[in-house]
């Protein structure tokens, strides 16, 4: 499969020697996707077009934009399976983890589908007589999206979908290793009848089209997912160059089980948050604090539940866990694991690559895993889920609070008082109650704090305000030609 960027309507291949070889992460003899990756030069032409569109697109009635949403809901729908089976090739994970994340993004486009009738502005009264003030909410300008491997079709559908709803003109960066699903959406906008130049999409590497997307002057605003390293890069420059900008980043999220919580359920949630998606989630659950006088039930079930998960190519309906998105992604898995085992925690399960042709490697758990080892602070980003324990509420609290990201977390009780002191002092934005660290809908804003969460909140409402801008109006009836005085 080749890939092309799309610019102003046009399905473009970029003369650039720079070739891309994607690899099936599950069958490394299956090369999935190899193209000239596109640069600056196209980066550039893309923003030319779509700050030229702008114009014509903003004038679109905005239930109008809503319908080329709802379109590409709809030509989802009929190509499901095959969005999902080209997400497996590419990125690795199980096919019912890809139909799942179809769905999730179909849901989103149905959800922002229709916002384009509520995109509603306020009526608030004036100090002055005679004067009507309100606001209008009206579009940024050119936005640059870019995203990351991991939900490849979720993430793109959360971000695009508002924007162009808003009112501004899009230019997408997928991440690399994901460009076939990415462009698959690109190509049901095109069906769907979006004019050219309204959604323009650029594949290459972060460094070259990243880079010309946070620097561009005529770029109004980023939404960026992705890493805290890179995500840093695009505050500081967006902050540089005066755009809007949310960033989403990483997480090092946590489950507490209780004395009083239910070990069966929380067995479920732990292994799911832990090893599903192979822990590629930004809301994996990388830590689990269990209290000390349930640790051994809990450990026993856990590693139990843990051995039912079995690293194969997710189009095997047996595989019950999908490979590392790539080699890069497998070596940083194994060198967290090392760095685990050279710091003292205990490896009770796992540690190691799995069998098969591809970037697979064992569910794997730490014990006495301790706040101050790196396994217990950095997000892995695999399926490698430290466990502490603890003796009260309060120790639990600190100690998941005890990491510089902010982003998930879940406890597992029957007490009222302990879920609202957890919903209170918990550092995160995403609060579950006797459910996985995992999850979110169209319609619930998501997103974190601290080193995880920059900007405004992503989905729902909130993900529509941040492709808006409010414009607040005097209208002024009194035939007077100089502002009242506010008495
Ligand atoms: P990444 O930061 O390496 O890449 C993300 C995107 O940024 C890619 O498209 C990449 O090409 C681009 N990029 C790289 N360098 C750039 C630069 N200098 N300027 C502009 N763009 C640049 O992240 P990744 O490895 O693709 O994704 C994994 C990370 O994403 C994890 O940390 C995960 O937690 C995070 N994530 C967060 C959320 C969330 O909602 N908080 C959701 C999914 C993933």
């Known amino acids: 499969m080749e890939i092309k960027s799309y610019i102003n309507g046009r399905w473009i291949r970029p003369s650039s020697q720079r070739m891309v070889r994607n690899i099936n992460p599950s069958d490394l003899t299956d090369l999935v996707t190899e193209f000239p990756s596109a640069g600056e030069k196209e980066a550039r032409e893309a923003i030319e077009v779509a700050r030229a569109t702008f114009m014509s697109w903003?004038?679109?009635?905005?239930?109008?934009?809503?319908?080329?949403?709802?379109?590409?809901?709809?030509?989802?729908?009929?190509?499901?399976?095959?969005?999902?089976?080209?997400?497996?090739?590419?990125?690795?994970?199980?096919?019912?983890?890809?139909?799942?994340?179809?769905?999730?993004?179909?849901?989103?486009?149905?959800?922002?589908?229709?916002?384009?009738?509520?995109?509603?502005?306020?009526?608030?009264?004036?100090?002055?007589?005679?004067?009507?003030?309100?606001?209008v909410r009206r579009p940024l300008g050119v936005v640059g999206?870019?995203?990351?491997?991991?939900?490849?079709?979720?993430?793109?559908?959360?971000?695009?979908?508002?924007?162009?709803?808003?009112?501004?003109?899009?230019?997408?960066?997928?991440?690399e290793l994901t460009p076939w699903t990415a462009s698959i959406l690109v190509e049901l906008f095109e069906e769907a009848g979006l004019p050219p130049g309204v959604l323009n999409m650029v594949v290459g590497p972060g460094s070259a089209v990243g880079e010309a997307i946070i620097q561009h002057p005529q770029i109004h605003a980023v939404s960026f997912t992705g890493s805290n390293e890179v995500g840093r890069r695009v505050i500081v420059e967006a902050a540089r160059t005066?755009?809007?900008?949310?960033?989403?980043?990483?997480?090092?999220?946590?489950?507490?089980?209780?004395?009083d919580g239910d070990i069966a359920s929380s067995v479920d949630a732990t292994a799911d948050g832990a090893f599903g998606s192979t822990g590629q989630r930004c809301t994996a659950t990388s830590r689990v604090l269990v209290h000390a006088s349930r640790a051994a039930e809990f450990m026993e079930r856990l590693l139990a539940k843990a051995k039912t998960y079995v690293p194969g190519n997710g189009m095997d309906p047996n595989a019950t866990m999908g490979p590392c998105v790539d080699k890069k992604q497998f070596e940083t898995v194994l060198s967290y694991i090392e760095a685990g085992k050279k710091e003292g925690a205990r490896c009770i399960l796992?540690?190691?690559?799995?069998?098969?042709?591809?970037?697979?490697?064992?569910?794997?758990?730490?014990?006495?895993?301790?706040?101050?080892?790196?396994?217990?602070?950095?997000?892995?980003?695999?399926?490698?889920?430290?466990?502490?324990?603890?003796?009260?509420?309060?120790?639990?609290?600190?100690?998941?609070?005890?990491?510089?990201?902010?982003?998930?977390?879940?406890?597992?009780?029957?007490?009222?008082?302990?879920?609202?002191?957890?919903?209170?002092?918990?550092e995160i934005r995403?609060?579950?109650?006797?459910?996985?660290?995992?999850?979110?809908?169209?319609?619930?804003?998501?997103?974190?704090?601290?080193?995880?969460?920059?900007?405004?909140?992503?989905?729902?409402?909130?993900?529509?305000?941040?492709?808006?801008?409010?414009?607040?109006?005097?209208?002024?009836?009194?035939?007077?030609?100089?502002?009242?005085?506010?008495?």
Request: hydrophobic share 40%; net charge neutral.
């Open 350 to 426: 796992g540690g190691m690559r799995a069998p098969g042709n591809g970037y697979f490697v064992n569910p794997t758990i730490f014990d006495k895993v301790r706040p101050e080892m790196i396994i217990f602070q950095e997000e892995i980003f695999g399926p490698v889920l430290c466990v502490t324990e603890f003796n009260t509420f309060e120790e639990a609290v600190a100690l998941a609070n005890n990491v510089r990201y902010g982003f998930t977390g879940s406890i597992f009780t029957r007490d009222m008082g302990t879920i609202m002191r957890f919903i209170e002092h918990a």
């Open 145 to 175: 999206i870019i995203t990351p491997w991991n939900f490849p079709w979720a993430i793109p559908c959360w971000k695009i979908a508002p924007a162009l709803v808003a009112g501004n003109t899009v230019v997408f960066k997928p991440a």
């Open 242 to 259: 005066h755009k809007k900008v949310t960033c989403e980043m990483g997480g090092k999220n946590a489950l507490i089980l209780m004395e």
């Open 58 to 135: 903003r004038e679109v009635p905005a239930p109008e934009r809503g319908r080329y949403v709802l379109r590409v809901m709809e030509l989802a729908k009929a190509r499901k399976d095959e969005i999902a089976r080209t997400m497996t090739r590419e990125e690795g994970k199980l096919l019912r983890e890809s139909a799942g994340e179809v769905q999730k993004g179909i849901n989103i486009l149905e959800y922002y589908g229709g916002s384009g009738f509520r995109l509603n502005g306020q009526t608030i009264p004036s100090e002055i007589a005679e004067c009507f003030t309100c606001t």
């Open 430 to 487: 995403m609060v579950h109650i006797n459910e996985p660290t995992i999850g979110g809908e169209a319609q619930l804003p998501f997103g974190g704090c601290k080193s995880t969460g920059y900007g405004d909140r992503e989905m729902a409402e909130e993900g529509l305000n941040f492709f808006t801008q409010t414009k607040t109006i005097f209208i002024n009836y009194s035939g007077k030609g100089e502002r009242a005085i506010i008495r």
